[in-house]
């Protein structure tokens, strides 16, 4: 996935956040979030190793190795924000404090379970962190992630097949190809990202769609951004 595509899909979930939130932004492509946050609206976000306030990534040549994210990748505060001991930081994580929790994936169920820590194979390296933490602490958790694996299959599944990090603790979905929501009654399509086309994402995809919402979630949009 090249750099626009991240990043617009960082600015897309940035969109999602509401005013007031307190925010977990997961390794990976979650960290970009912060990057595309409005400057007008008062977010707080929350790094497991003892961050809250907002940042956004370093200028190059001005990194202060002792800043740094939960990816260890060197960031630039914003003023308020504030270091605390990483003990307090799973305090907040596991007290129910955070209202969303912007986490990476290797596969999601259509019932909203999630597998990001672990692919089962030979050796690979087994490093959970804090997700499961923020799987069960936060109140509710989005997932980034490309929508097909290397190999070309899809990351939305029935049932996953790799070591689960939560169960049904996924609301919703920002891929490379649409934002999808987990409901009772299965996956709902919100967008589809640039010319992708209804028929073309259910081939792509390894359960059942609902494109019910498609129209209205695109005409409160276009609403929002007049």
Known sequence: MDKHVRNQMAARVAHDIPEGAYVNLGVGLPTLVANHLPGDKEIFLHSENGVLGRWQAAP???????????GK?????????AFFHHADSFGMMRGGHLDICVLGAF?????????NWHTGQPGSIPAVGGAMDLAIG????????????????????????????????????????????????????LELVGDMEPGRLQDLTAVELDFSALDKSFQRRLAEER
């Open 73 to 81: 990748e060197p960031i630039s505060l914003h003023p308020g924000a």
């Open 138 to 189: 936060a109140k509710r958790i989005f997932v980034m992630m490309e929508h097909l694996d290397k190999a070309g299959r899809s990351k939305l599944l029935q049932t996953c097949t790799y070591p689960l990090t939560g169960l049904a603790c996924v609301s919703r979905i920002y891929t490379d190809l649409a934002t999808l929501e987990i409901t009772r009654n299965g996956v709902s399509v």
């Open 60 to 70: 190059a040549g001005e990194e202060d190795w002792d800043m740094i994210n939960a």
């Open 107 to 115: 596969q999601v169920s259509q019932r909203g379970d999630l597998a």
